[in-house]
């Protein structure tokens, strides 16, 4: 005796549609930025001294944020993260 196969029958051991493809890439969450170029912010330099200046640029983001700030008494620029800077002034 032969096997009946009714048409749309799957195949023994198929699986689903919705579960045999694989879920969609996982998107890795932006974090933004608390500071944005042109902001002035007192901030923590390497010598942990407050100091005072204007974000010129920033690298990153996320945590990882490094921000170029222009220093105001000295004029010099300083990389900073995130964590160094205290407040938005």
Request: charged share 30%.
């Amino acid at each position: 005796m032969r096997p009946v196969i009714f048409a749309g029958a799957k195949k023994a051991g198929a699986l689903p549609k919705s579960r045999a493809s694989p879920r969609p890439p996982t998107q890795d969450l932006e974090i933004p930025m608390p500071y944005r170029k042109g902001q002035h912010v007192e901030y923590r330099d390497q010598q942990d001294e407050l100091q005072r200046g204007e974000i010129r640029s920033a690298e990153g983001s996320g945590a990882q944020t490094r921000y170029a700030v222009q220093n105001e008494a000295t004029l010099s620029e300083d990389k900073v993260s995130e964590n160094q800077i205290e407040r938005e002034l």
